[in-house]
């Protein structure tokens, strides 16, 4: 099972979202068109519907009833920010050219740890890419990118996001962190992520709405533990 917009092709997509706590709950369709669209709840507590006319770059929310609309917890794309609708993202749509790349053993990896926000003045991924033969020239075969989860805001050192499968928007998303990757491989470097899993940033996270995704055993100084 894949949570959140996994986009099929042919206009179909299948959305699953862990909610629990609720009975019922709907796909709010926002754009291109304004659609609500069922969900059916397994024993377990997800709901899934698979929708049909639905293309890459459709807008969406969840319909909780008696609530407000929420972004997908498991967005693959938050477009605007952590409060709006998320997006349906086509991750096929990919030219890769790093066929041949076979990664480097990690006892030769000599790291650089890069913040998008700050590494160049446009603050993107691929504003990255002409400077990685720099990086290469300086000794450096691995880069390791701070935290990209989507977090509040246009830049942050990244351990206050609230959507683990969506790419910042502002550091240009998916397809600019794929773009950055095939590039790096090309420049014989490897990529490494450093990700949080522990907790959730405060702004935008709203998980809590869907079920008990947190845990009152542990304290983060950066939000709620997982």
């Known amino acids: 099972m894949k949570i959140g917009a996994n986009y099929l092709g042919n206009?179909?997509?299948e959305f699953t979202v862990w909610a629990p706590a609720h009975d019922e709950?709907?796909?709010?369709?926002?754009?291109?068109?304004?659609?609500?669209?069922?969900?059916?709840?397994d024993s377990r507590g997800y709901f899934s519907i698979m929708a049909e006319n639905i293309e890459p770059g459709t807008l969406y929310y969840y319909k909780i009833a008696g609530e407000r609309d929420f972004p997908d917890p498991a967005s693959h794309s938050q477009p605007k920010d952590v409060h709006n609708a998320s997006e349906v993202v086509d991750h096929t749509k990919m030219n890769w050219t790093d066929g041949e790349w076979s990664g480097i053993p990690l006892e030769e990896m000599i790291m650089y740890e890069l913040h998008v926000g700050t590494f160049t003045p446009a603050g993107t991924f691929e504003a990255i890419i002409p400077r990685l033969s720099e990086l290469r020239e300086f000794g450096v075969n691995a880069i390791e990118i701070m935290p990209v989860a989507q977090f509040p805001g246009d830049?942050?050192?990244g351990y206050d996001g609230v959507y683990p499968f969506a790419v910042q928007s502002s550091y240009g998303g998916s397809s600019g962190l794929k773009k950055l990757v095939d590039a790096a491989h090309k420049e014989g470097l490897s990529v490494i992520l450093d990700v949080v899993y522990n907790h959730f940033g405060p702004e935008g996270?709203?998980?809590?709405?869907f079920g008990?995704?947190?845990t009152e055993m542990y304290r983060t100084p950066w939000g709620r533990a997982i």
């Open 11 to 13: 206009g179909r997509c």
């Open 25 to 41: 709950l709907a796909v709010q369709i926002v754009s291109p068109e304004n659609r609500v669209l069922s969900m059916e709840q």
């Open 205 to 209: 996270n709203y998980t809590s709405h």
């Open 155 to 157: 830049r942050n050192w």
């Open 212 to 214: 008990p995704y947190f």
